[in-house]
Nanobody
Framework: QVQLVESGGGLVQAGGSLRLSCAASGLTGSIYAKGWFRQAPGKEREFVAGINWSGSNTYYADSVKGRFSVSRDNAKNMVYLQMNSLKPEDTAVYYC?????????????????WGQGTQVTVSS
């Protein structure tokens, strides 16, 4: 059974940085894309960033492009989200997701397993 566990969330002032981590277990192989989504109170879950199975391709939502960076370490079954220049509108619960296949996708239908989420709060 696949399990994803996020960590690294917290409270930070606007302009600050956080690094989220996601540990995966129960995987059979590493040929899976991975992604990050977020959900703010009263809003739908939205795509933030994605990375293909090898890490050679990444994709970002326009709202975070240039500020966030996604990376992965397949040897450790980890995926990371470096978040810089944080804004109050980045406040949300951030979820790690495991792709159904190797390629990139930006919709929830491309992902089959989800973590429980980690809260990120950015104060103004």
């Amino acid at each position: 059974q696949v399990q994803l566990v996020e960590s690294g969330g917290g409270l930070v002032q606007a302009g600050g940085s956080l690094r989220l981590s996601c540990a995966a277990s129960g995987l059979t192989g590493s040929i899976y894309a991975k992604g990050w989504f977020r959900q703010a109170p009263g809003k739908e879950r939205e795509f933030v960033a994605g990375i293909n199975w090898s890490g050679s391709n990444t994709y970002y939502a326009d709202s975070v492009k240039g500020r966030f960076s996604v990376s992965r370490d397949n040897a450790k079954n980890m995926v990371y989200l470096q978040m810089n220049s944080l804004k109050p509108e980045d406040t949300a619960v951030y979820y790690c997701a495991l792709g159904l296949g190797a390629g990139l996708g930006s919709t929830q239908s491309h992902f089959g397993s989800w973590g429980q989420g980690t809260q990120v709060t950015v104060s103004s």
